[in-house]
């Protein structure tokens, strides 16, 4: 049918009457808000790891390779998220989209060269973006045999490589320092012996205790979990962890943006065996937060409101 995976549609209503105000079609609003939670979570533990893997550091975000499991909308609007960034748009050298349909990565592939080369030059003017845009699709086309971008262009390379290609998804996997997988899969996307540390990876598919994106036995072992709510612990990516594992997590992506985060010393991780040999990684679970849907849809029929978009409609009679 073509249509999102995840439609979504938020009512919301005045406080004090209960009268609803407003009907906001938020499938859009909904990927974005969850992408914004993941790339927030993704800037936070790269800056840890970095800090950990390499002590004080000048730059504490490094060189980002990041692969992308999943061509939807979900995997489009991280990309558009980290973009915002600075440090993360920065720094982020290469992406590879992971998709059993190579034809969709492909299209997602060629949306994200569109609207980085626009992000790339947001403040020059119209003829700057446009140049900017052409340029990226002729470099496209002059490497359509790899689907990456030259690098004289100073945007991240994009790769498409299809799911079922286990050697090539493996390489990827291995040269990564972000994973995202965004995807409606009900068993681990990867082998987790693949992933080399410091990595830092965001499941935002999975949400039910018989899903898991990301292998729990990976979690468990080599990863410090992050999480939107407490919620998260019971999909599958988490099914191994507990609220009482005070080491094994961080806590909620709110207490780390308070400035409240339990990340593990130096001392907890020389004593972990499995995260001492095969390497330290963080994992940031999403699994959605109706709180965060209505601050944000109410931040934008707010800003709607102002600039006289929208249609309104006499619901007194």
């Not at 997988?181 to 410091?198: C, E, H, I, R, Y």
């Not at 598919?205 to 036995?217: A, F, R």
Request: proline share 4%; hydrophobic share 40%.
């Amino acid at each position: 049918l073509q249509k999102p995976t995840v439609p979504a549609n938020i009512i919301l209503l005045d406080a004090q009457t209960g009268e609803m105000t407003s009907i906001v079609a938020a499938t859009y609003l909904t990927a974005a808000r969850t992408a914004a939670g993941s790339v927030i979570a993704t800037d936070i533990c790269l800056r840890h790891l970095h800090a950990i893997h390499n002590g004080n550091n000048q730059n504490p975000i490094p060189p980002i390779q990041l692969v992308l499991f999943g061509a939807g909308l979900q995997a489009e609007m991280y990309i558009r998220c980290l973009a915002q960034i600075p440090a993360l748009w920065e720094n982020l050298k290469h992406i590879t989209i992971i998709n059993r349909s190579i034809e969709r990565g492909e299209i997602l592939s060629n949306t994200a060269r569109q609207f980085l080369a626009q992000n790339q030059t947001h403040e020059g003017d119209q003829d700057e973006r446009d140049a900017s845009i052409q340029q990226a699709q002729a470099n496209h086309q002059r490497n359509t045999s790899s689907s990456s971008l030259s690098s004289s262009s100073s945007l991240p390379t994009i790769k498409c490589i299809p799911l079922s290609n286990e050697k090539l998804v493996q390489m990827a996997v291995g040269k990564a320092n972000v994973i995202v997988t965004a995807t409606n899969a009900s068993k681990p996307l990867f082998d987790g012996d693949w992933v080399q540390s410091p990595c830092h990876i965001s499941g935002v598919g999975s949400y039910q205790p018989n899903t898991e994106e990301v292998c729990s036995k990976f979690v468990k072992e080599r990863c410090i979990t992050m999480m939107d709510t407490k919620d998260a612990l019971n999909v599958g990516d988490l099914k191994l962890i507990t609220e009482d594992s005070h080491d094994e997590v961080v806590g909620l992506l709110g207490d780390a943006l308070a400035g409240e985060a339990n990340f593990p010393s130096n001392s907890f991780l020389n004593n972990n065996t499995q995260m001492k040999v095969k390497g330290y990684c963080t994992f940031y679970k999403s699994v959605g937060t109706a709180i965060q849907d209505i601050i944000t849809a109410q931040k934008v029929v707010q800003t709607a409101f102002s600039k006289g978009i929208g249609t309104n409609v006499d619901m007194s009679l």
